[in-house]
């Protein structure tokens, strides 16, 4: 039986302000536009004025910092140095992004919306900020907001933290926070359940082997060893989980773990999309266990009623960064024949490929920029490192609209 500890109140570092004036984890990674295309040039606004709705933005890491862009206008809303090399994931407030960085996991506001004193608390769009508070993490990894709260993986310590990302509008604390430690650290993820448990990944530094469903009160209620080198996760639609294995995928299901078997050997789902308005998860699919940079073909979608895998060959690679779900469940894939890949999920066929790229080669370190998918609503956006660009793609209509950025993003992440 797995036991874990839990800490007794929060477990937090903030962060002098210099480290922020002065400029400025790393998780393990599976290691010509259409005639409607308009093009804009990106400027950087001083602040951001005030507005009657909430103004949905995304954050874009550069080689020296990280970019807040206003979704709809595709403007620059504002530009903060940090140094390193540095990942985001939404919060899971549709306000905050998280950055993992040095010592931990630092909160950015992108002042999508800020409450209103006095005025029933209306949103209002507001001025970005990257705040000085910093959730201490050794190696900071996964994060994953699911079932109202959010979950942090440190990597270095086995330790999961979680909390209600309501609680970040606070400027000056850290929220309170439910922290617990896994008898081993490693490179895993845990997922917070709506009734208080949590599901995590099990292994050490040298292996990981499958999935274990704990209680509120961190008692083993079940689990799965039938997932070798389990990384990442999924949700569908039902509140079903996914996590990815070396051998297929294993779904949790009304309490239950069930595999997903693949036909070959060793066929890798390291990376996931899932989509609330779909059962079937999006997954990326290597079948090279000694390939230093296999670049594959094929897509994997697993459907979670019947733990069936489907395999999709686009007819173009593809990389970690390439995968997303449309505004109706719609499997989404950036190739490197620069389109915009658009699979229907029950089905598998490729409905139709938005061209929004010139073909392009991944990287051979996984840390390197390449383009980038990240989908919000019904656009998807997708960076271009070759042409510091980003496009916003109606996935609907086929639409484009396309800016210039003043740096060369890496990686890209919306707070919905």
Not at 81 to 88: E, H, I, K, Q, S
Not at 210 to 230: D, K, M
Request: charged share 20%; glycine share 12%.
């Amino acid at each position: 039986m797995t036991t874990l500890s839990r800490y007794g109140g929060a477990v937090l570092t903030v962060v002098a302000a210099t480290f922020a004036a002065a400029c400025g984890g790393t998780p393990e990674a599976d290691t010509t536009a259409a005639d409607t295309t308009e093009t804009t040039t990106t400027t950087t606004a001083a602040a951001a004025p005030e507005v009657a709705t909430a103004q949905p933005r995304l954050a874009l890491t550069y080689d020296g910092g990280v970019l807040v862009v206003d979704e709809e206008e595709l403007t620059v809303v504002d530009d903060f140095a940090l140094d390193g090399f540095n990942r985001l994931s939404p919060a899971g407030d549709g306000r905050h992004v998280l950055i993992s960085t040095e010592g931990g996991f630092r909160a950015l506001d992108t002042g999508s919306w800020t409450e209103a004193h006095g005025d029933h608390g209306h949103h209002y769009a507001g001025a970005p900020t990257l705040t000085d508070l910093t959730f201490a993490a050794e190696k900071p990894g996964h994060v994953v907001p699911h079932a109202g709260v959010t979950a942090l993986f440190d990597d270095g310590t086995g330790r999961i933290d979680v909390f209600d990302p309501a609680d970040l509008a606070s400027t000056t604390d850290l929220p309170h926070l439910d922290s617990r430690t896994l008898p081993e650290a490693h490179h895993g993820v845990a997922v917070p359940m709506p009734d208080g448990g949590m599901l995590v990944t099990l292994g050490d530094s040298e292996e990981r082997t499958g999935v274990a469903l704990l209680g509120e009160n961190g008692t083993e209620i079940a689990r799965t060893e039938q997932c070798p080198g389990v990384h990442g996760e999924a949700v569908a639609a039902d509140g079903v989980v996914a996590f990815g294995c070396e051998d297929g995928m294993v779904i949790f299901r009304d309490g239950t773990f069930t595999k997903a078997s693949v036909p070959d050997p060793y066929g890798r789902i390291g990376n996931q999309a899932g989509s609330e308005d779909s059962p079937v998860v999006l997954g990326d699919y290597k079948t090279d266990p000694d390939a230093e940079l296999e670049r594959p073909e094929r897509v994997a979608l697993v459907d979670t009623r019947t733990a069936s895998v489907r395999l999709v060959d686009l007819g173009t690679s593809y990389t970690f960064r390439s995968l997303g779900r449309g505004p109706a469940g719609e499997a989404l894939v950036l190739g490197t024949d620069g389109n915009l890949h658009v699979i229907d999920p029950e089905s598998g066929e490729i409905v139709r490929r938005i061209e929004v790229l010139e073909p392009w080669t991944e990287p051979d370190e996984w840390q390197a920029p390449r383009p980038a998918l990240e989908v919000q609503g019904e656009t998807a956006f997708v960076t271009d490192p070759a042409t510091d660009s980003l496009y916003a793609v109606d996935v609907t209509s086929g639409e484009i609209r396309t800016a210039e950025l003043p740096h060369t993003p890496n990686e890209i992440s919306g707070v919905a």
